[in-house]
């Protein structure tokens, strides 16, 4: 975290404004192993932002069970579903710092669980595509940045049973450091999420936003940085 914070001082100081963490300053965010987070600039979207975020979780679940409705043989439950939630909004915030869908993460007996998903879907045991009125009938519309990043998550997770992934996620701190027997509605922070996927979890099983590039430590002290601030000076005089 302190790599991190001294970057963010520096950016700050060299634009003479702080850094808000709602607004992304370009297309491409770096993230060093260990934490440094340095965003380069550049033109972005329309909007000035570079992540999507604060999606409805309603539409996310629906875009996965979709993509599981265009298979041969559908098998997202209930459970497998709560679970893709879970490793969607955990990649997304350590990939990006943001929340992907507006809603809190919680520690339930068979892993992470987003509560409003668990009234909606509670009950109901079979595979979701199969009962055929748990499916939109064609894939939902989001932001195309988060349609990429739920393919990616799609793609990575989409062969393991809801078993496995269930067992997956009680090996994972957020989890486990969260989970109090009997206990009802403990919620999972972000942080706890971005930070045991940023630290403990391999680069080649994590999924990126496709706008974040991930480099060598080292690299951002190794860059000039008389000439990063004055690209960012006249970036802003632009």
Known sequence: MTQEV???VWISQQLKAPIE??????????????GCDCRMMSASNEAGVLFSH??????VADYFLTRDAEREEPDVTHLKL????????ANYLASTDERLFDE???AFEHGPVVYKTFRHYNGTRQILAASGTHVAPTRVHVPED??????????????YSAG?????THCQDPWKHHYVENS???TIPDEAMATFFRQKVAAKDRVFHEAVVLVPEGFVEALDEDAIAEQMRAFWAS
């Open 6 to 8: 001294s970057h963010r």
């Open 21 to 34: 963490d709602s607004v992304r300053f370009g297309k491409v965010s770096v993230r060093v192993p260990g």
């Open 54 to 59: 604060d999606l409805s979780v309603e539409d």
């Open 82 to 89: 709560q679970k893709l939630l879970y490793f969607a909004q």
């Open 104 to 106: 809190n993460v919680e």
């Open 146 to 159: 988060v349609a990429h990043f739920l393919d990616a998550v799609w793609d990575r997770y989409k062969d």
């Open 164 to 168: 496995q992934l269930r067992n997956l």
């Open 184 to 186: 009802y509605r403990t």
